[in-house]
């Protein structure tokens, strides 16, 4: 059975949360306190020497990281990931995105004001909102004319998308802004085995 190493609030942990489960793929979750730095203990860098999470455990002592890595494995062969080699280049297309121009803007400022750091990084978080506003943006033009960002059908494009732009109204950006995400959001929610962040 597979073993996920997790925060449960982290976008990223959800990302694979939600495809095991899609995937009615067995697993257990251990809760790791990032706050208390305990991705940063001796035992947790064995499994990640990068000392972040989330961790796949897929064998005894086989460890995977890196949440869009870890749902590549997953997901090949399965319906999550085109057989064509273009739309997998899309997917793959999709994810780099997703890690470099959405994430460190729309993740960030979401976990700085959850942890109640939010007046501590108030500048800081000025300066991501005009790139996640952008990547916001970006995403609103494609699902304008597509249900889904790759073959107009449900990835882990979306997936990886869906994890952190879902909640983005955490991290103090305006969703209301943006009609296309606002359906594809819900298209998302509306696929089977769905589950939340906080289940």
Not at 15 to 33: G, P
Not at 43 to 49: G, H, Y
């Amino acid at each position: 059975m597979f073993k996920l190493y997790e925060y449960s609030s982290s976008g990223n942990c959800y990302k694979v949360r939600l495809l095991l489960t899609q995937l009615n793929m067995a697993f257990d979750r251990t809760e790791i306190d990032i706050l208390q730095g305990k991705s940063r203990t001796p035992e947790f860098l064995v499994k990640n020497p990068n000392g972040r999470i989330p961790v796949l455990e897929i064998a005894p002592g086989k460890f995977l990281f890196e949440s869009n890595a870890i749902m590549f494995y997953l997901s090949e062969e399965t319906e999550f990931f085109p057989t064509d080699k273009f739309e997998r280049a899309q997917v793959m297309q999709w994810l780099f995105f997703e890690q470099y121009s959405h994430e460190p803007f729309i993740a960030t400022s979401r976990f700085w004001y959850m942890t109640g750091k939010a007046e501590e990084y108030q500048e800081a978080l000025q300066q991501k909102q005009a790139p996640g506003y952008a990547a916001l943006g970006l995403m609103e033009q494609h699902l304008a004319n597509h249900a889904f960002f790759v073959g107009d059908r449900y990835t882990i494009a979306d997936i990886g998308l869906f994890a952190y732009t879902h909640v983005a109204d955490e991290g103090g950006f305006d969703l209301t802004r943006f009609p296309a995400i606002q359906t594809w959001i819900d298209r998302v929610k509306n696929q089977a085995r769905y589950i939340s962040i906080t289940q």
